[in-house]
């Protein structure tokens, strides 16, 4: 069974611009969570969808958004970026909201100057 | 506020070593409590995991330590090899909520 992956791996965007990063998750896995990671704050949670809806947010300003589709594919949006959003955007599917395992994909390392 | 904190920031272990790593929790509430290990370039995996009815769970070398009264658990590796060498975060979860991550430890094992 192929795992999480995340597209594209790498992404240099300018500060003012946009950019959505897209996960799909493990077959059969319908939850999947977003995380930021960075050297100085570490993994933070951004949001979790289940069923094509937000089911949990974390603390990340409105500039942070995300969707989910009906075959449980998740894509995340950045909007007018900071150098501060350079990071590690990790997702991790589930079988269901809340289950206790998530499996993680590789990351979208953006850099944002 | 953090509510996982995670010791040491960084660990040297010699192969055949045992590596501890700590970490302390605030909220009561946490139901679960994980371990992920990271290598570069790739993103977290499931490690081990405890719930807090459990004091000890041993899985080869790998075992989590819980202590429920003094809000704390750790993990241990015994026989350490530098394949393991990697970051290790622990985490915890509230109810179906969100993980809750800890800083993380990177761990070298010197051959």
Redesign the interface.
């Known amino acids: 069974k192929a795992g999480v992956t995340q597209t594209p791996r790498y992404l240099i965007k300018t500060r003012g611009q946009q950019v959505t990063l897209s996960c799909s998750p493990i077959s059969g896995h319908r939850s999947v969570s977003w995380y930021q990671q960075t050297p100085g704050q570490g993994l933070q949670f951004l949001f979790e969808y289940f069923s094509e809806t937000q089911r949990n947010k974390g603390n990340f300003p409105g500039r942070f958004s995300g969707r989910q589709f009906s075959n449980s594919r998740s894509e995340m949006n950045v909007s007018t970026l900071e150098l501060g959003d350079s990071a590690l955007y990790l997702c991790a599917s589930s079988l269901r909201q809340g289950q206790i395992e998530q499996y993680f994909g590789p990351g979208t390392r953006l850099t944002v100057t | 506020q953090q509510q996982v904190k995670q010791s040491p920031q960084s660990l040297i272990v010699q192969k055949g070593g045992i590596s501890i790593i700590n970490c302390a929790y605030e909220n009561t509430a946490f139901d679960?409590f994980?371990w992920?290990q990271q290598f570069p370039?790739?993103?977290?995996?499931?490690l081990i995991?405890i719930r807090p009815d459990v004091s000890e769970k041993k899985e080869g070398r790998f075992t989590i330590s819980f202590n429920k009264s003094a809000k704390q658990f750790s993990l241990h590796i015994m026989d350490s090899q530098p394949g393991d060498s990697a970051t290790y975060?622990c985490?915890a979860?509230r109810?179906?909520?969100?993980?809750?991550?800890?800083?993380?430890t990177q761990l070298t094992v010197l051959p």
Do not use: D, H, I
Not at chain 2, 41 to 46: D, I, R, S, V, Y
Not at chain 2, 95 to 104: D, E, I, N, P
């Open positions: 679960y994980p992920y370039g790739k993103g977290p995996a499931l995991a975060f985490a979860r109810s179906a909520r969100q993980l809750t991550f800890g800083s993380g």
